[in-house]
């Protein structure tokens, strides 16, 4: 029986990622500095803390961490306050496992200012008992540590939790931890291929999430 559910946002309960494409690059440039083509590719995995720490050590950005962090939300501020959008149904969804009796939290590389900002905006913040960061656990999703912090705040274990993740990168690392997983497709993650061979289920479409209920069903 599922007792606690483990939830990214951006790209997996948001339509968000886009307006992290080019945070970096646009960060590097009002300080003066050309990013390297390859930028995005390799901070994608990153937390804001590690994208941080890279920026300063690798481009030699003059900011301690935390205002180099304040300066990447606040171009997405915006985004956030006033456009990002759930995905479509995914309201119902979380309404419906909240009134099956499953715990939910957030486990995000979001700041957790902009997680209150646009979930409560959308309506759905009363869905989450507690709000996770990367930067508030220490590490980024290359770890378990975030879904280990959830699950244990939610008082579930492996056996009867799951984690709801878009990237590859993250569903790699709670799947590799023990926890079922359920990736939710998203575009902007071309590794569709190598997602479906690792995860218990995925969701298209969070009005008919036929896979999602038959792995239940199961468990």
Known sequence: MLK??????????????????????????SQGIEPEPDL?????????QQAADYF????????????????????VDDFYRYEAQLKPHAAKFLTQLQQAGVKMCIATAAERSLVETVLTRCGVLHCFSEIFTCTSVGAGKDEPA??????????TDRSNTIVFEDS???????????????????????????????????ITDYDNPEEFNKFIQGI
């Open 4 to 29: 606690g559910a483990i939830w990214d946002l951006d790209g997996t309960l948001l339509d968000s990622m886009s307006a992290w494409d080019h945070v970096g690059e646009i960060y590097l440039r």
């Open 40 to 48: 995005n590719e390799i901070i994608a995995t990153m937390s804001l």
């Open 56 to 75: 300063i050590d690798y481009y030699g950005v003059k900011q301690t961490p935390d205002d180099l962090i304040k300066g990447a939300v606040a171009i």
């Open 146 to 155: 975030i879904y280990r912090e959830a699950m244990k705040f939610l008082d």
């Open 168 to 202: 590859l990168h993250a569903l790699t690392t709670a799947k590799n931890d023990g926890f079922y997983v359920a990736a939710v497709y998203d575009e902007h993650e071309e590794h569709q291929d190598e997602i479906r061979r690792i995860v218990d289920c995925i």
